[in-house]
């Protein structure tokens, strides 16, 4: 499988996690606040290149892959690259590239792990466990008796099962960085070969 292939693979891994999550927000009552980016303003956001390759290769394609290369090396340990802060503070924002998000945000929110004594718990923030106590109290309820939800861990498990090195951690940036530069070196070994073809 090459990059390309595997970059194809998390998108079908993406839309997986699209209808599950999509079921289960329509019962769960707990989508994130419009406008809210308190978890996007954290620069040390584990995630791994792999699920960036989607990203990688759309920044390739509009020619702007090396123009975010150098933003992410002028402030490495910035927040995430895609977050656009809409105020003083980085609590209030967007993604840029919402539809090319990382698993990790896809998760955040929509999905649940299970705690020390197996039971299911969500994936979600303060901000919302005390803005929204009735439907995370309910929520939490319902997902440990017939609710189905998405299991953070499930998706990590196939999404190493797509490259187990590639799945490696990074804080965010650093994570798209690696993503970039893949891409970057994949595509120019591919003109290369299309070259050396006449």
């Known amino acids: 499988m090459n990059l390309?292939?595997?970059?194809?693979?998390?998108?079908?891994l993406y839309q997986e996690l699209g209808a599950e999550a999509k079921s289960f927000a329509s019962e769960g009552k707990l989508g994130c606040y419009s406008g809210c980016g308190l978890c996007c303003a954290n620069p040390k956001i584990p995630a791994s290149p792999l699920e960036f390759l989607p990203l990688a290769f759309e920044l390739y394609e509009k020619g702007a892959a090396d123009a975010t290369l150098r933003i992410i090396e002028e402030n490495p340990s910035a927040n995430c690259v895609l977050f656009r802060a809409q105020d003083p503070q980085g609590n209030q924002g967007f993604c840029s590239n919402y539809k090319n998000r990382g698993l990790i945000c896809r998760l955040f929110g929509s999905a649940a792990r299970r705690n020390k004594v197996g039971q299911k718990e969500l994936i979600i923030c303060k901000k919302l466990k005390e803005g929204?106590?009735?439907?995370?109290?309910e929520t939490t309820q319902k997902i440990n008796q017939d609710l189905e939800v998405p299991m953070a861990m499930a998706y990590y498990t196939q999404l190493?099962?797509?490259?187990?090195?590639?799945?490696?951690?990074?804080?965010?940036?650093?994570?798209?960085?690696?993503?970039?530069?893949?891409?970057?070196?994949?595509?120019?070994?591919?003109?290369?070969?299309?070259?050396?073809?006449?």
């Open 132 to 137: 929204k106590p009735e439907e995370f109290l």
């Open 4 to 12: 390309k292939d595997k970059s194809q693979a998390v998108l079908a």
């Open 160 to 198: 190493r099962d797509i490259d187990e090195n590639l799945a490696e951690e990074f804080p965010i940036n650093e994570a798209i960085r690696r993503s970039i530069e893949l891409v970057l070196r994949f595509k120019y070994y591919e003109e290369e070969e299309k070259a050396t073809e006449f």
